[in-house]
């Protein structure tokens, strides 16, 4: 059985446990037409991740950390 990684995803009060190995996709609450976003891992900016999705995939203990999304419209 593998071992499991919490991510967390701050848009949400729910915390997400992924196995390692797996994958596992974050979506903004918001959505629509002429938004524009940006992803954080633990307040850092991950670089190209600019859309209403994030996947992780695979998950590690390196993908484990607290992700939030910046909407601008």
């Known amino acids: 059985m593998g071992s499991e990684m919490c991510i967390r ?8 446990d ?6 596992v996709t974050l979506l903004s609450e ?3 037409s002429g938004l524009t976003y940006q992803w954080f891992k633990n307040g850092a900016v991950i670089p190209n ?6 996947t992780i995939s695979p998950v ?3 993908t484990a950390g607290d992700y939030l999304s910046l909407i601008h419209i």
Not at 9 to 16: E, F, L, V
Not at 18 to 23: D, F, L
Not at 49 to 54: H, K, V
């Open 60 to 62: 590690t203990a390196a």
């Open 9 to 16: 995803d701050r848009d949400s009060p729910d915390t997400t």
């Open 49 to 54: 991740a600019g859309s209403n999705s994030l």
């Open 30 to 32: 918001f959505q629509g």
């Open 18 to 23: 992924a196995c390692v190995g797996s994958a």
